[in-house]
Each structure stands twice: as C-alpha cells, then as structure tokens.
C-alpha cells in the first residue's frame, strides 16, 4: 500500500510513502489543491487532505470559528485566527449553523452534511442528506433543519433527530429557484425566491408547512436578518427594514438607497452590512429611519457571500479573501482586527512519519501532522518569501525561489530551512544570485 501526498493546482510536486505494495503505481497523478490519498496499484481514494481556496461560509460557535475553504471546514480560534483543525467536505462548503454537539452545513451538490463536534476541533461528519440540489444555507431549531436548495428551488425540511440518519419530511417548492438568504424565527421561515420574492413559510407543523405571504417586489435580495417582528433585508442598492409583526401582510418601515448588500446581521441596533470588498454599519434604532455609520474596506476579494456576528465582532467570508474580523464594539468605528487567509496553492510537499511539510503558495512553509489524514492539524509555520519547490534532507528543507528585478533580471534565492523541530521552524541560511533569466525550477 501507498500513501501519497500530492500537491494540486498545477501538479508541481509529489511524494510517495511505501507501505509494502509492490508494483503498478503510477506517479503521473492529475492535478488541482494538496491532498493525502491511500494507493493500491491505480486504484486512488481520497481520505483526506488540507485544502485552500475559497471561503463562503462562515460560523462561530464557542469561541471557535468555522470557516468553509473550498471542500475543507476549517476551525480557527475565535480570537487569533490560528487553525487547530479541519475536516474535508464532500462539496464547497457554504452556510452553517450549530447547535449542541453538532454543526450542520450546507455543502452545495455534497448536501446537508451534519458534523459531531463534541471535541470542537476535531469536527466529524456523521450523517448527510442530499437531494442531488445544490444546498447554500442552513438553519436549525431542535430537532429540524430547513435548508436552501438553490437547484431544486425548494425549502427542504430535515429531520435530524438522529444526526446519523437524517431524513426528509417534507419540501415547499413552486416559489422558483430558491436563490438567496434564508432566516428562521420562531415558527416562520423566511426566503428569497426568484419568482415570488420574499416568501414567509409557518412551519410550527414542519410536516405540513404553509406560505403566508410572499412579496414579489424582493425578488432580487441578497441577505436577509430577522430579529422578532422586524425583517432587514438588503440587495445589491437597497436596505429594507419591513414590520413582520403580522406575517399575512407585513410593512415596509424604510427603504435605504445605498446600503445595500450581500448579506446582513443586525445586533444592538446596529446592521452589519457587507457588499463585495467592503463592509458597513447602519443605525437602525429607529427602523423608520436607518442611517450609516461608518465602514471599511476589504482588500482581498470583491464577493463576500456570508458574514456572522460574535462578541461585538463581525466575520466575513470573503471568497478569495478568506475570513476578515471586523471589531464593532464601538459601531460608528469599526476596526480592523483579524483576518485568516485561505487561499493560495500549495506548490511542493515533503513527508516524514506523519508529518507533512508545504510551501503554500503564499510565501509560507505549512507544517501539519496528518495523523488523521481527514483532519490534519497545523503545528508549525515558517513565514516569509518561501515559494516553489525544493528538497528534503535530515532535519534541512532546501527551497528555490525567484524575484523579478526590472524587465530583464531575477533574484534566485535558494533558502535552508531548519525542522529539527517541526512546530519552531528557522532560516538556517539563504542564498542570493542575480542573473538574467527565471530560474525557479526543482532540486534534488
């Protein structure tokens, strides 16, 4: 048997451990991301990995953040952003909610994928339910789950009394595609249909779930926030604030030009509004009359799908961006706090034992005990201009690197790295030459 570590997205480098299988293995492995596979003769399976790529999906859940990396859910430090953990994912990862021992996920074409998270770092999955839809968002109250099925255009409503085995009791469908944000309070679903608009769902019998109303006029609202009988919803101009106190026919209180968005969290008399690369507040004390605080900007991506409201911080999954942490304890001044970056590539990778080590693409050598090959845990990281391939040899990783100087010239660097302890790697020496052509190639 083999166990390999490949490194995807452009297929720059691979290794491959030997566990005793003979022959009939074949290192011309296709590309795209950093995976550990288990090999039998030609016979692949993916076990696990670290992945990066893009972030749409994000939740905090005692003191920890939950932040979707492509097929990979990541869990970081609240406070720090420092990962401790992760777990693949049978498809993107997008919205989330947890409750109890448990996170569910809606997972795209992978479904509602719901994950036993009593040791919060170590997430599992342990049951799924899938339509062959594509699922984008979550909410659960006790032992139901309503998702978003974009595809399929539905509201599925899920059983997950036993999280192992959750099952479909029933769907509300016929209101179009079912393409943006979805709320739960108490009894009542709210979500956003591209041909009936905002639709109010009573499910205080989710076995027989009924529409209340639904607004055409909102067909085009990204995010949406329900907070008792106030409704805020915004599109890509417009900031709605409309009393839901009766659902049969509810009242637009305030229409805000300009304070549109993707999406939208309202606490303490505040909104929190994020729109591509930038992210606002709105007073909203008087809902009859919402006005803007301050903002700031992003400066990673121009999509920011979902954001999540904790301890007076704001998280937003930014796509290509990752995860930015926006402090709004004091609203008219949000502030900058923390970000975590989840894209990049991983460009080459060494094994030893259980022990993985990768140039990340964004000038960081990554060190992760791999363990678990479906949860591997970062231990320690060298940051700095650490890009492209290299080697391996005892306790040293020699890596090649390139900088551009001019139209003409190149800085090639060759850096040593110390790993004698994997958790505190060091710069043992680098090496400097300028000459006249790209030399960022491989080393043996």
């Known amino acids: 048997m083999f166990v390999v570590s490949v490194v ?22 296709p590309a795209p991301f950093g995976f550990h596979a288990k090999v039998d003769s030609l016979d692949c399976t993916l076990v696990g990995g670290w992945l990066r790529k893009t972030c749409d999906g994000v939740c905090v859940y005692d003191s920890l953040c939950y932040a979707g990396s492509w097929i990979s859910l990541k869990v970081l430090t609240a406070v720090g952003m420092n990962e401790v953990g992760s777990c693949v994912m049978p498809d993107t990862v997008r919205g989330m909610r947890a409750q109890g021992d448990y996170l569910y996920v809606a997972a795209e074409e992978g479904g509602l994928c719901i994950l036993d998270i009593s040791d919060r770092t170590h997430p599992a999955i342990v049951g799924r339910y899938s339509t062959g839809g594509k699922f984008l968002d979550v909410r659960v109250a006790d032992t139901v789950a309503y998702v978003q099925d974009y595809n399929n255009g539905a509201l599925q409503i899920v059983n997950v009394a036993d999280p192992t085995n959750p099952s479909l009791i029933t769907s509300v469908s016929g209101l179009g595609w079912f393409t943006r944000g979805i709320d739960l309070e108490d009894t009542l679903v709210y979500g956003i249909f591209s041909d ?40 890509w101009n417009y900031l709605y604030i409309l009393n ?30 994020v729109k591509q690369n930038f992210f606002f507040v709105v007073d909203v004390t008087d809902p009859t009359s919402p006005s803007y605080e301050d903002g ?7 999509w920011s799908p979902d954001l999540f409201y904790w301890d007076s911080k704001v998280y937003i999954a930014n796509h290509e961006g990752g995860v930015f942490v926006i402090n709004v304890e004091y609203p008219y001044m949000p502030l900058y706090e923390d970000d975590y970056y989840c894209g990049g590539y991983a460009q080459d990778v060494w094994v030893r034992d259980t022990i993985v080590y990768i140039t990340d693409g964004s000038g960081d050598l990554r060190i992760l005990n791999f363990k678990n090959p479906n949860g591997p845990v970062e231990v320690g990281r060298y940051t700095g201009d650490v890009i492209g391939t290299g080697a391996m040899r005892d306790t040293l990783i ?10 003409t010239y190149w800085y090639t660097k060759l850096w040593v790295l110390n790993i004698k302890d994997p958790t505190e790697p060091t710069m043992a020496v680098s090496y400097t030459h300028l000459r006249a ?8």
């Open 8 to 29: 995807l997205w452009g297929s720059i480098g691979a290794r491959v451990e030997n566990k005793g299988l003979g022959s009939g293995f074949s290192d011309n492995l």
């Open 196 to 235: 009936s608009g905002l639709c109010i769902i009573n499910v205080k019998d989710p076995s027989n779930p009924q529409v209340v109303k639904c607004l055409p006029a909102y067909y085009n609202v990204e995010g949406i926030f329900v907070d008792d009988t106030l409704a805020y919803l915004v599109d």
């Open 244 to 273: 839901v106190a009766d659902p049969s026919n509810p009242v637009e209180l305030a229409s805000s030009y300009s304070d549109g968005g993707q999406d939208i969290w309202v606490a303490n008399g505040y909104a929190n509004i």
């Open 296 to 302: 700031y900007s992003i400066w990673r991506d121009d």
């Open 398 to 407: 020699y890596v090649m690197n390139n900088e551009g100087w001019g139209y």
């Open 437 to 444: 052509h790209e030399t960022r190639h491989d080393l043996v």
